[in-house]
């Protein structure tokens, strides 16, 4: 069976003046829902702590609400979640990254011999 | 009213070991065809015709079919057009990229405010 055809996508959004969301930004919005911690999703992309925190800054201006909420003090260390914006906005670009993916790769494909 | 947010798709094909498709060479397959001419199509993009054929070159060998067929001589100057699948390619990878915009721009003024 011949390799699957890769694809990649890359979506840049721009709010005028505001900044922008790409790939990085959404990695990190993604990472700190999986770790409920801005310091764990940095780690797990090798990112350091204060470059995490400069992007989840610039993210919670780019509209009136936030992206990420912190928290701390309370029984446990403290933490970050994504707000329902934040959810909303990562899943959304994810699932429309993922639609161009699969649509690529069946026009791949829809033109590759089918044995190699 | 408030700027229209911006959308920057980028996309990248590759078909293992044979080479890749993104945005320049679709431009330029997209130009041939308008121009019918490899040589009016690169100067259109500011590019060396050099350049040009070295990219229809890696194009016709990326899959079984050539994407541009040129011709010489006859009553005309010559030229070169798509081949059906160029054209089919060009207007997919098109397609699908403007679908992503689309959605996108959708995305983005969904959580932007109604007016500045």
Chains 1, 2 share one sequence.
Not at 10 to 24: F, H, S
Not at 46 to 66: G, I
Not at 94 to 102: G, K, L, W
Request: charged share 25%.
């Amino acid at each position: 069976m011949p390799e699957q055809p890769k694809v990649r996508i890359w979506i840049k959004l721009e709010l005028a003046g505001k900044g922008e969301i790409g790939p990085g930004k959404i990695t990190l919005l993604r990472r700190i829902g999986e770790h409920g911690s801005i310091s764990a999703a940095a780690r797990s992309m090798d990112m350091s702590y204060r470059r995490a925190w400069q992007l989840v800054n610039e993210l919670n201006h780019l509209v009136d609400v936030p992206l990420v909420e912190t928290h701390v003090g309370g029984s446990s260390r403290g933490g970050a979640r994504l707000t329902v914006l934040g959810k909303c906005i990562t899943d959304r670009y994810e699932a429309i990254a993922q639609r161009s993916t699969t649509a690529c790769r069946e026009l791949l494909t829809s033109f590759l011999p089918d044995d190699d």
